[in-house]
């Protein structure tokens, strides 16, 4: 539960720092320093941060089973064998792709109750992995990757 309330706490801060512009030698300070802040706020992480639009890497060792969206996050988190990604830009379309992508790779659909308004959010779950997948308002993909019994 701690590694949960770590990774909510993190997609906070990413989400303003994703939302950061400015020119490209402060981008770079500010990424370097907001990285190191969420890493001692959740200590034992790794966190890959892209303030630039770029995009940031998967870890290698992120679960081959469950598939992801084409475009490359801006946040990644790894902490206790779970992940934090997160998509600064990602459509209705983006969203419901993935749920698609999701039930092709064999998860199941968890139901979540009533849906809010300006928030779409599916669970998944297969024998290793529960994935919630979000998409806030019309933009803005997360998915948080926890380990069955983690």
Known sequence: MKALKSLA???????????LTA????QNIAERQIEKAIEE????SDVRLDVTGDGVDVPADFPADIP???AKPNLVTDQSGGYLLVWAEGSKQDFDA?????????????DLGQP???LSNVAFQNNSWTVTLTLA???????LVVPIGG
């Open 41 to 44: 706020q959740a200590s034992g």
């Open 23 to 26: 020119c490209n030698a402060v």
């Open 68 to 70: 992801l969206p084409s």
């Open 98 to 110: 993935q749920v698609a992508a999701m039930e092709a790779a064999g998860f199941t659909a968890e």
């Open 137 to 143: 308002g019309q933009k803005g993909l997360s998915m």
């Open 116 to 118: 809010t308004e300006g």
């Open 9 to 19: 706490a993190i997609a906070g801060v990413a989400a303003l720092a994703i939302s």
